[in-house]
């Protein structure tokens, strides 16, 4: 009688559980549709924000900070792209495009991106946005110089040209000023995407090994092949010029003064990094200390270029207490300080009142330092799971021992 | 010719033989029904009631084979989705998600059930040992049970990799640094295991012939000869109360008929955990990450949450001591058991008698102390390194830690037995609750509390991972 109305129960609760698979699967059949679409949605939003990265760090340079375009590269955020099929953008992508300066990008075809990544730089172009590109290229430290090119300083120049084979120079700094200061930077000191052509060790390569690279470019790197572009007399120009650099006054060829862009996260990035690292000196506002000038003001603010405070911050000022922080601070991050520095120049006073005090003994001297003790960081929910852990083995082990007692007198 | 009778058409004749006309009442044609029938080949045609109990065996092996079915069915779908090849795998599993009727469905339902007969099988396994089960004439299979256990979790880690996701990659590279430690052939083996000095294509395609088919084959005859086992050793242990096995007086057994009693059980359990793994997977979804990404490792990397275990003690032994001298033991300690176990009695008690009973309290308890404890110690006070500068790494940081944790497990194993004269199963019960908690704690740490630098976090407080 037990046994039959025990089976009667396992009877119901296997039919309930039948009942259940059914219904669960009619209705997962009928959210599935929504379900894709979400999918795809969230699949398509994750590939835009990598490739947002991607192309910051690799196309930005030479389609600009929000796919315009630059000089002669073709923009990106036209809806005649964004309406190519995915094919045949992915083909240019990899495998760049013959006699321009779009080198092949497939690790396929000796580029560096993988498969994923250009299709990720695919579907930015189909349906990214540009304005949130903008912004992820400037918070990246990664913008453009635009224009990319520079005016060699005329001073200088006519001193290049009283040096032996001056003319030469001369022609040669000028197709440098026009077409690879961009990548090889101000002086050929380099940048990030391309390396210095004014050192020793690229000094030392045959003419030959230089002439070619120029021509032909550089597998596997942006280095475009200039044999199409540049006349043969300018490239062995070039070459000259790059093999004679150590005789070319520094500052011949200066980065263009562009402002750096900023986005509201990059300057308030740079806020936070400010009051980190330069407040101590510079003063909270800028306003300057006893330990270091005053930035915010007039004078400083419009005469300084960004580019300059830029150099200044990475490079440091030798013979002053002013470090060098480029090796401790990204670009980025220096970029974003210039960039909260430079919103100052509106509002900065004529003459600057610098910060006062701060000296004597410690112990007289006012600090906002919290003196928080171990026991303040306890919270209750610590508390709880500690006594929860003792309660528990406490409870276990005196149980035991209890019946352990017991069972030893049974037997 | 008998013309009342007409003659059955072919689609009568055809259900005829598939279904009987009448299915039988009697134990007697049950029983015939049974011996007749193929699929019924695998059990007995009268079991002893007793080991029908719920509460007795759980239905854990059962569901393990389950959870196997599952994992065979499912996992052949998403074959047919996948190529084992290093981007590309990543982009099918997103295909799969994004354009495939079910796909993501498929794959949470192989991905939890994975997890899940990780956990069954150990319970099964637990069962078995406090019951006393693995005793003879049962220690064959408890060694098959051993094998498929350890090869459930090759199963688990091949098939951890093959989504090519960050998580996978990560986990991997950890997990297969654990390998690297076995003496003079570590590095050989943790080579040839990758195909190549890290985790890559090769590893992908490695993994994938290992999880699709060389272990899923050797699992399936190895539960072949499991489930023959069972029957060959006389069907379950049976069932005995403290009282039955205190008096020595044998249990009153009825035996029922298979056909309804236990395949009726069978189905409803099955039924019900198909139930529940089906909504448990429409509800959580299995993780995927980034695609796989040599260049940026996540902090912390951490392997499969089931090796995070081996992995916290990584942190507190000499690697040679933490990932294989005590590992090793342990599973030669499991294999020895049902030879080390000479007391025939209490076969079928849970816990084996009262004072077994006791004694696992006891160590759970003591255990659920002491371990955590032990990693604040080492955590914050010892730094046997430090204190002997010039020992060997392995002496100062393997084999001290590793007699200063033993050392109170053998005096408490002394005290269990003079005072309270314990039998050798119950001290193995004893120190095997010890060991088992103080793994199950080490695991839990691992996976909740270590932050970036495997330094420990409060799980509120947890930092969010960096690179």
Known sequence: MKENRSSRIEILIGTIATGLIVLVLGLYILLEPGRI???????LAVQLDDSMNLYAENCAVCHGLRGEG??????????????????????????????????????????PLSDYQVTELVALIQSGNWITTKDRVVNLGLSPLVPFTTEPDPALLDKVGALPDGAVLQTAIKVFSAQCVSCHGADGLGTKIAPAVNAVLVREKTADDLTLTIKLGRAGTLMAAWSNVLKPEEISALVTL?????????????????????????????????????????????????????????????????????????NGVPGT?????????????????????????????EVATPVRGGGGPAWKQTTTQSTTQWWQSLDWRILVGITALLAISFTLISTGYTLLKKSGRVL | ?????????????????????????????????????????????????????????????GLAAVLMTILAFTGVILLNNYTPSAPQAYLDILKLNDNVWFGELIRNLHHWSANLLIIIAVLHLIRVFVTGAYRPPRELNWLLGVAMLLLVLGANFTGYLLPWDQLAYWAITVGTGIISYIPLIGNWLTRLILGGPEVSGNTLLNFYSMHIAIIPLIIFGLMSYHFWRVRKDGGLSIPKSLEESETGVEPKMERLTTIPNLVQKELLYTLVWIAVILVFAMLVQAPLEGIANPDISPNPAKAPWYFMGLQEMLLHFHPLVGAIILPGLAITGIILLPFLDINPKNV?????????????????????????????????????????PTWPSLISNGLIPLAVIS???????????????????????????????????????????????????????MPASSH
């Open chain 1, 321 to 349: 207490a002013m470090p060098v922080w480029g090796t401790r601070m990204s670009d980025a991050d220096i970029q974003a300080i210039v960039g909260f520095i430079r919103q100052w120049e509106t509002t900065a006073p």
């Open chain 2, 348 to 388: 079928g008690v849970y816990f084996r008698s009262r004072r077994g009973r006791a004694l696992v309290l006891l160590a759970a308890g003591l255990s659920l102390i002491a371990t955590p404890a032990w990693v604040l110690m080492d955590e914050y006070l010892l730094n046997w390194n430090g204190w002997l």
């Open chain 1, 70 to 111: 630059i000089g002669s590269t073709p923009p990106l955020n036209n809806p005649a792209l964004r309406s190519m099929s995915s094919i045949d953008l992915a083909k240019t992508i990899s495998r760049g495009r013959l006699n321009t300066a779009m080198p092949a990008w497939g690790q396929g075809d000796g580029g």
């Open chain 2, 407 to 461: 050392l109170p497990l053998i005096l408490l194993d002394d005290w269990v037995r003079k005072s309270f004269h314990a039998d050798t199963e119950e001290r193995v019960l004893f120190i095997a609750s010890f060991l088992f908690t103080a793994f199950v704690v080490l695991t839990i740490i691992g996976i909740f509390f270590r932050g970036p630098g495997m330094a420990l976090y409060l799980p509120w407080n």
């Open chain 1, 242 to 314: 790059i093999r004679r650099w150590d005789e070319i006054p520094v500052g011949t060829i200066p980065a263009p003064n562009v402002p750096l862009p900023t986005t509201p996260e990059s300057i308030a990035q740079g806020s936070s990094l400010f009051s980190a690292n330069c407040s101590r000196c510079h003063g909270p506002e800028g306003q300057g200390s006893q330990r270091a000038p005053a930035i915010n003001v007039k004078s400083v603010l419009t005469t300084t270029s960004d580019q300059a405070l830029q150099q200044i911050i990475t």
């Open chain 2, 1 to 61: 010719m008998n013309d009342d009778i007409p003659e059955p058409s072919i689609l009568d004749r055809m259900r005829n033989r598939l279904t009987p006309d009448e299915l039988p009442t009697d134990d007697r044609g049950r029983m015939r029904m049974v011996v007749d029938s193929l699929v019924l080949h695998l059990h007995p045609t009268k079991i002893p009631d007793r080991t029908l109990r719920w509460t007795y065996t759980w239905g854990l092996g």
């Open chain 1, 37 to 43: 679409q979400t999918a795809q949605a969230g699949t």
